[in-house]
Nanobody
Framework: QVQLVESGGGLVQAGGSLRLSCAAS????????MSWYRQAPGKQREMVAV???????NYADSVKGRFTISRDNAKNTVSLQMNSLKPEDAAVYYC?????????WGQGTQVTVSS
């Protein structure tokens, strides 16, 4: 089983930046892939960014060029650097891990963007 703990959310003005982090209870070398999802009120949860065990990344079109996902295998953390934030980026952001065929989710961290 994998436990995930997110941090780094908060309130930021439009155009500003935030960095989210997700710490895993297992070594990243055991985890197949890590990703960030978000869910805004009244909307479905959507994928934001994915990073494979080999470091390959993929992003939602809405965040390409603004967000960067990275992983630190030594610290078992995955981060999401969010720049040029827009009001529509406001949501609860969740970290997800795929491990031995199962999906694990963090508790989420709130990101609020003021216009």
């Amino acid at each position: 089983q994998v436990q995930l703990v997110e941090s780094g959310g908060g309130l930021v003005q439009a155009g500003g930046s935030l960095r989210l982090s997700c710490a895993a209870s297992l070594s990243f070398f055991s985890i197949d892939g890590m990703s960030w999802y978000r869910q805004a009120p009244g909307k479905q949860r959507e994928m934001v960014a994915v990073i494979s065990s080999g470091g390959t990344t993929n992003y939602a079109d809405s965040v390409k060029g603004r967000f960067t996902i990275s992983r630190d295998n030594a610290k078992n953390t995955v981060s999401l650097q969010m720049n040029s934030l827009k009001p529509e980026d406001a949501a609860v952001y969740y970290c997800r891990a795929r491990y031995q065929g199962y999906l694990y989710w963090g508790q989420g961290t709130q990101v609020t963007v003021s216009s």
